[in-house]
């Protein structure tokens, strides 16, 4: 058994331990990133993190350690050495007997989804549901890639590369043999190998070639007296509607939330208006609902600066005519 990606979780790690010591298992780069930021938020560590985490071979994994090490010393390489081996969250370890370089856990998070209600359903519904899902995927992509020719790699790998070769026509490249080439780029090369394709057709089909057995519904399954019953749970029912929605990260905006244009005239904050208003937000809200749009400010006006009142027009002319007739104007005469 193969766990490809594991969400990192003490509690969860020991038990996986303890149940299957023997299985393989990756850590999610995404919520070490999360923890990585609040230990070091320096854009330029969170960079280098990713750059160690998405290495696909020694020296590029080598270089960015040396520059984690250069800008946050021994404390950084702590905290690097306490995530145990590099297999578990460098692709440049990964076993590549497994074919999949994925780090993250966000296509768990992409199936969940499309599992749709079956999530909430007891757990044999649920697997029937897993099963269902899989076996009209497995059927229509196994249609899909009939008519493509084994001897070429797959249609969307093939627009992903042409968009890639805009970006890399400074790298120069030599041919030794037919598929073995060799590539520069400033001061870097490296070897690349076409034949060993993981993104070929011939791959793709392969991957795809067995099928999910139809069966019948639970009635009609064969009854067994010696089959140990697995009892759900004990049900704890919380107070108002069970949450479907993902876990949001620390200071993830959560999904069709209002602008934070938007602002409340009861409390005169931005993020809500009137008709939600909760109560005054608290000081870590108030730092999240900055106002996204500002004012341009108004020019200061002199007579204000000595709080005194700019005159009317019409006390101003008032104050002209007395000005050219010689005399002074009272105060009631200049603002009637």
């Known amino acids: ?36 930021k ?3 938020p320096e854009p330029l560590m969170y960079i280098l993190f990713w750059r160690a985490c998405n290495a696909t071979n020694p020296y590029t994994f080598k270089k960015a ?80 890639c009939e008519e493509w020719v084994e001897n070429v790699i797959c249609p969307n790998i093939s627009k992903m590369v042409r968009e890639i070769g805009q970006t890399t026509k400074y790298c120069i490249v030599h041919k030794s043999a037919p598929g073995q080439y060799e590539v520069h780029e400033g001061q870097s090369q490296f070897p690349l190998s076409l034949n060993r394709t993981w993104y070929s057709v011939k791959t793709y089909k392969a991957t795809y070639n067995n099928n999910i057995s139809p069966i019948p519904d639970h009635h009609q399954w064969p009854e067994f007296d010696d089959i140990l019953e697995v009892l759900p749970p004990p049900l704890k029912r919380g107070v108002g509607r069970p949450c479907r929605n993902r876990r949001r990260e620390e200071g993830e905006e959560a999904k069709g939330k209002r602008s934070k244009s938007i602002k409340c005239t009861n409390c005169g904050h931005f993020g809500h208006n009137i008709r939600t208003y909760k109560g005054r937000p608290t000081e870590k809200q108030l730092i999240g609902n900055i106002a996204l749009v500002t004012k341009n400010k108004r020019k200061r006006d002199h007579f204000k600066e000595g709080k005194e009142k700019a005159p009317s027009k019409k006390a101003k002319q008032s104050q002209d005519a007395y000005i050219l007739s010689g005399s002074q104007p009272s105060l009631s005469q200049i603002n009637p």
């Open 38 to 40: 609040k230990c070091f």
């Open 65 to 144: 350690m040396e520059r984690l090490r250069k800008e946050g010393k021994t404390l950084v390489m702590k905290w690097f050495a306490e995530l145990g081996n590099q297999s578990k969250w460098t692709k440049y370890k990964f076993n590549s007997s497994l074919c999949s370089d994925t780090n993250t856990s966000n296509f768990v998070g992409s199936f969940n989804s499309t599992l749709g209600v079956d999530r909430c359903r007891p757990v044999l519904t649920f697997l029937d549901g897993i099963r269902g899902v899989c076996f009209a995927r497995i059927a229509s992509r196994q249609q899909q």
């Open 1 to 36: 058994m193969f766990f490809p990606i594991f969400v990192y979780y003490k509690g969860v790690d020991l038990a996986l331990k303890k149940v299957w010591p023997e299985d393989k298992r990756r850590y999610c780069c995404r919520h070490f990133s999360r923890n990585f």
